[in-house]
């Protein structure tokens, strides 16, 4: 009875495995292949409006179908960074300090660029960022250039570039002054807080499959809420935004 | 199979307003459910569970709530001193895990006769955070470290990640390999946060009385997914703080050699044998640092149920 037991629960491992790696493989074929269909079906619609000379609507159908995609490519709308601006004042709370905890193997530098250039834009003050192999803390010379470039691409040549700094072991200094302008970007190694104006992180978004903290900042995040996204490699502003909805509307009762 | 499970056993109170009960209902139902949870744990064959019973933060609910807790708490220990037989056929240990001094006396007495009835129990686990955080767990495991060296049972130099492990009031277990929380919040609460760096997290959206074998069985599932990129990257940070260990053992010695030595170089193997030599003094002083803070938490308990039967 006891071997048929083992052998059932093998089996329902088994099945679940194979429904996870289908899961995937097919998220990454429909992903494509919505973006083909959605591309050749704006073909065919553009075509005779082409023709027709109609400039206005042509750019209006232009658009890419997920204006929350990514605001920066909305042609003819509002500024991006005011868009990004309003979005973020449009949710009931933003969490002053956001940490991403990439627990996939391969980071993608480009896809955590945006993320950190899309939550400064958005109002967020303070973003840790954090996997387990302190990847991004080794090279973070090259994901300081990537967030300048994306910084570029993102927001155009619209508005002042926005100022990070970057923090190593929260043993440096953290700069009281300009807070509005200055963001600050923060790499934690070190259990407690060197500095004491550095808040807690209130939302944590981890990346990839594995279901862990994986040793981030334990005595930071007594309070933090977390949110899954099951990968951080094309991650789209509409994700983040989706993340930061969530998170507004949780409710924290803190013992009471 | 996960060896050490933990609960953050959420929603008695949203269980008892949908079931238009009152809050108080709420929590019997919970510990019913508890009780419930650890006759499954144990079918499981898993050893060791740790419930959040009662935060420190609990104490800023009403009254009335919180001594309805505590009644709660008081009947239950009690009653676990009435089936002292039962726990030691069942070989099981109960730790409470805590502030106890901010709870009533009485309570802290029951507790302490609890614990110390089944000390030398090695089946089965529980360990009850009762009056916990995990801040002040962490903050008190520094405060054990400073007396440590100021009473000259270590040296500052000492101090390590695994020493503060040590020095934690779950010092006696080994890390939770799978923490469970129920009614849909997805966050720590303060729990656990240094034992639980490594541990699978599992949120569940179904309120804490409600909790049935296939929720559990789910979570187990899940952590079993996730066994192997976990181990990996526990292997990995013991790797590292074992490497960190070395590093300042070496630092250490390197220092010693500079102040005794006579200024000339030393060789390969002087520096060698003097680094042995400071590793096994270093594993001396910490095991007996151990000891005594062992002795000190001992003492505690003991002087509890001396006050309790002399009272």
Excluded at chain 1, 96 to 119: K, M, Q, R
Excluded at chain 1, 178 to 204: H, N, Q, R, Y
Aim: with cysteine.
């Amino acid at each position: 009875m006891v071997m048929l037991y083992g052998l059932l629960w093998r089996l329902l491992l088994l099945l679940v495995h194979v429904n996870r790696a289908l899961v995937s493989w097919l998220r990454v074929r429909l992903q494509s292949w919505k973006s083909r269909l959605w591309e050749r079906a704006m073909a065919s619609l553009l075509l005779p409006l082409a023709l027709a000379g109609f400039p206005e609507q042509q750019k209006k159908l232009n658009r890419t179908p997920g204006a929350d995609d990514n605001p920066s490519h909305a042609n003819g709308g509002p500024s991006p960074r005011l868009r990004y601006i309003s979005d973020g004042m449009s949710l009931q709370k933003l969490p002053v300090h956001i940490g991403f905890l990439v627990t996939e193997e391969e980071p993608s530098y480009t896809d955590i660029a945006n993320l950190v250039v899309w939550c400064m834009a958005v109002g967020i003050s303070y973003i840790s960022v954090y996997d387990n192999h302190d990847i991004f803390q080794k090279n973070h010379s090259r994901l300081l250039k990537e967030i300048e470039r994306q910084q570029r691409h993102l927001m155009g040549g619209d508005g002042h570039p926005y100022n990070v700094e970057f923090l190593s072991n929260g043993s440096d200094k953290c700069h009281n002054g300009k807070k509005k302008s200055k963001v600050t970007f923060v790499f934690f190694v070190l259990f407690f807080p060197g500095a004491k104006t550095i808040p807690d992180p209130e939302l944590v978004v981890k990346f990839g499959p594995v279901d862990s903290t994986l040793g981030f900042l334990p005595w930071h995040i007594r309070l933090t809420e977390f949110i899954f996204v099951p990968s951080h490699r094309d991650v789209s502003y509409k994700d983040l935004l989706g993340a930061l909805k969530l998170y507004s509307s949780c409710q924290q009762r803190v013992g009471q | 199979m996960p060896k050490h499970v933990a609960f953050i056993m959420d929603g008695n109170r949203r269980f008892a307003h949908i079931n238009n009960m009152e809050r108080q209902d709420g929590h019997t139902q919970g510990f019913n459910k508890l009780a419930e949870t650890l006759r499954w744990c144990k079918h499981l064959n898993i050893p060791e569970v740790t419930v959040y019973a009662f935060s420190i933060e609990n104490f800023k609910r009403t009254q009335e709530e919180v001594d309805g807790l505590m009644d709660l708490a008081r009947q239950k220990f009690e009653r676990l001193l009435e089936e002292r037989e039962n726990l030691e056929k069942h070989g099981v240990c109960i730790r409470v895990l805590g502030d106890l001094n901010l709870l009533p006396l009485d309570l802290q007495q029951a507790i302490a006769k609890a614990v110390l009835a089944t000390k030398n129990h090695n089946k089965c686990f529980l360990n009850v955070c009762f009056a916990y955080t995990s801040r002040y767990e962490m903050t008190n495991a520094v405060r054990e470290l400073a007396w440590g060296v100021e009473q000259g049972l270590i040296r500052s130099s000492d101090v390590s990640e695994t020493l503060i492990t040590e020095c934690l009031y779950s010092n006696k277990s080994p890390n939770p390999d799978l923490l469970i929380r129920t009614s849909g919040e997805v966050r720590l609460s303060d729990f656990l946060l240094w034992q639980t760096s490594h541990s699978c997290l599992v949120f569940q959206s179904v309120l804490w009385p409600e909790y049935s074998f296939w929720n559990l069985c789910e979570a187990i599932l899940q952590y079993q997914l996730n066994h192997k990129s976990i181990q990996k990257a526990r292997e990995l940070h013991r790797e590292h703080q074992a490497s960190l260990q070395l590093e300042a053992d070496r630092l250490c010695t390197a220092e010693e050699l500079q102040h005794h030595g006579n200024g000339k170089p030393t060789d390969a193997h002087t520096r060698q044998e003097a680094l042995l030599h400071y590793i096994t003094c270093r594993e001396e002083r910490v095991q007996n640092f151990l000891t005594a803070l062992k002795h000190k938490r001992d003492l505690f308990f003991h002087d509890l149920c001396i006050e309790a039967t002399t009272a």
